[in-house]
Each structure stands twice: as C-alpha cells, then as structure tokens.
T-cell receptor
Framework: EPEVTQTPSHQVTQMGQEVILRCVPISNHLYFYWYRQILGQKVEFLVSFYNNEISEKSEIFDDQFSVERPDGSNFTLKIRSTKLEDSAMYFCASSERRDSNQPQHFGDGTRLSIL | AQKITQTQPGMFVQEKEAVTLDCTYDTSDPSYGLFWYKQPSSGEMIFLIY??????QNATEGRYSLNFQKARKSANLVISASQLGDSAMYFCAMREGWGNTPLVFGKGTRLSVIA
C-alpha cells in the first residue's frame, strides 16, 4: 500500500539553527499538509499546500516557517531559526482530493529535538 | 469552544472485549467529515475509519465501527474483540466544509488492553 514517507525520523538541532524536514507524499495525491504534536499534546495543524501554493496556515505557522515543493515528489518544511518550543513531532500528510470525506494519510513523523 | 472533545483521557479493556471511545464535535457547517486515527507508542498516525455528515449508515471497517449520532453530535469509535495490539492513543478528528480544510484533532484517549 502506498505511504507517506518522512525523513529524518529524528533530528536533533541547536537552538537558532535552520532545519529542513522532508516528506514524500503518496504519488497521486495533490494536497499536502504539515501538522505538529508537542509531546503529550494533541495534533495541531500548521499549513496546507496545493498547486505550489499555501492554501491555509495556522497562527503557529509564522515567518520562521516555510514550505516548498522543490520537485515533483518532495514536500519540505523549513524552520529558519529554531526555538526550544519547536521541539515536537512533525507529521506530513497528503490526500488525493480536497473533499472533506477524504482521509489524510500521515507519515511516521519526524521527531525534532531542539537543544 | 473545543471543536472536538474526547472526555476519556484513559481507558482499560480486557482482551477480546469490546470498547467504546467517546467523541463529540461542534460545528455549524452541514458538511463535515469525522475521522479516527490510532497512534501507537512508536508515534505514527494510522487512519482507521471515516464518517461523513450525510452518510445514512454508521461506518464500519473490520473490527472498527463508528456510532454516529448526528443530533447529539457524537461519533464514538467501537472496537470489537480487543487485541493487545490495540493499545495506543486514539484521536478523533474533523474536517469541515468541502474545501481543502485541515483536520482538527481532539486530545485523544489512551487505550490499554489487558490480557
């Protein structure tokens, strides 16, 4: 069964450094998302992306964050200058269509630890 | 106000028994989708089951079924014949409208299956 893949599985970074989290969505999916989950808390939406543009972003997704689809397969989340509070599990998700009945399929996540 | 409420932070169930995980939601949009995801201790998010607001019948997917009570705005997950591998966090989530809208998650319920 096709799946969303995320790399790396765990990233440890010094505060203030830039980090890029990578995702390969399911190949025929057109809608992409990033979510994060701070340890022990619920999953929170960051940003959605379609047709090389941001569709929607949450208040968490400030100027330190950016997303990009650099080629036909990868979808990246960049944090420019990491803060301690950015430590979380980051999930990439994709869906085939935008209808509300379409499940979003999640990757296994990247655990980001900021020191 | 919370869009998704999961009132049970933790649940225990005996192996082979059935268990119900509660979820209530809040929306004024007539079109929405309700989803359940499983998150094992390894951290990945696994899509389990979906219920659409216009669906006439309760969704079923193997041992998972959804007790959808639209008037009460509840979408409880029923797991039949529990297995040890069902021990995990379970998240209820909702998408509103027909656009490329994000998932909004509840705080989750931790299910522990006892042998």
């Amino acid at each position: 069964e096709p799946e969303v893949t995320q790399t790396p599985s765990h990233q440890v970074t010094q505060m203030g450094q830039e980090v890029i989290l990578r995702c390969v969505p399911i190949s025929n999916h057109l809608y992409f998302y990033w979510y994060r989950q701070i340890l022990g808390q619920k999953v929170e939406f960051l940003v959605s992306f379609y047709n090389n543009e941001i569709s929607e972003k949450s208040e968490i997704f400030d100027d330190q964050f950016s997303v990009e689809r650099p080629d036909g397969s990868n979808f990246t989340l960049k944090i420019r200058s990491t803060k301690l509070e950015d430590s979380a599990m980051y999930f990439c998700a994709s869906s085939e269509r935008r209808d509300s009945n379409q499940p979003q399929h999640f990757g296994d996540g990247t655990r980001l630890s900021i020191l | 106000a919370q869009k998704i409420t999961q009132t049970q932070p933790g649940m225990f169930v005996q192996e082979k028994e059935a268990v119900t995980l509660d979820c209530t939601y809040d929306t004024s949009d007539p079109s929405y989708g309700l989803f359940w995801y499983k998150q094992p201790s390894s951290g990945e998010m696994i899509f389990l089951i979906y219920q659409g607001s216009y669906d006439q019948q309760n969704a079923t997917e193997g041992r998972y079924s959804l007790n959808f009570q639209k008037a009460r705005k509840s979408a409880n997950l029923v797991i039949s014949a529990s297995q040890l591998g069902d021990s995990a966090m379970y998240f209820c989530a909702m998408r509103e409208g027909w656009g490329n809208t994000p998932l909004v998650f509840g705080k989750g319920t931790r299910l522990s299956v006892i042998a």
